[in-house]
């Protein structure tokens, strides 16, 4: 079991920048494909990015490609996103998933369906 918390969300002018971070504990981290997730209200949750549990590869959603970044470091337990030329339309509650998976279909986001997750930061973008 993981235990996930997503911190660094807050207030910011479209065209700024923030970083997520989603620390982990409990079991070794690198045994987890991770992924971020948001929801903005009255709307369905949605994938954001996700990356294998080595870190080499990642994946986007459309509408968020060439503006954030997903990483992670294994070694401190830790998940990022890092977001770039915000819009109030990336204004949403945003959240940290995790799974055990070893397969080759680490990008799939159903694969956090029956994962783990946090309890999400809010990202407000408005100015």
């Known amino acids: 079991q993981v235990q996930l918390v997503e911190s660094g969300g807050g207030l910011v002018q479209p065209g700024g920048s923030l970083r997520l971070s989603c620390a982990a504990s409990?079991?070794?981290?690198?045994?987890?494909?991770t992924g971020w997730f948001r929801q903005a209200p009255g709307k369905e949750r949605e994938f954001v990015a996700a990356?294998?549990?080595?870190?080499?590869?990642?994946s986007y959603a459309d509408s968020v490609k060439g503006r954030f970044t997903i990483s992670r470091d294994n070694a401190k337990n830790t998940l990022y996103l890092r977001m770039n030329s915000l819009k109030p339309e990336d204004t949403a509650a945003y959240y940290c998933?995790?799974?055990?998976?070893?397969?080759?279909?680490?990008?799939?986001?159903?694969?956090?369906?029956?994962?783990?997750w946090g309890q999400g930061t809010q990202v407000t973008v408005s100015s």
């Open positions: 990356i294998s549990r080595s870190g080499d590869s990642t």
């Open positions: 409990g079991r070794t981290f690198s045994m987890y494909v």
């Open positions: 998933a995790a799974k055990v998976y070893y397969g080759s279909r680490w990008f799939d986001p159903s694969l956090y369906e029956n994962g783990y």
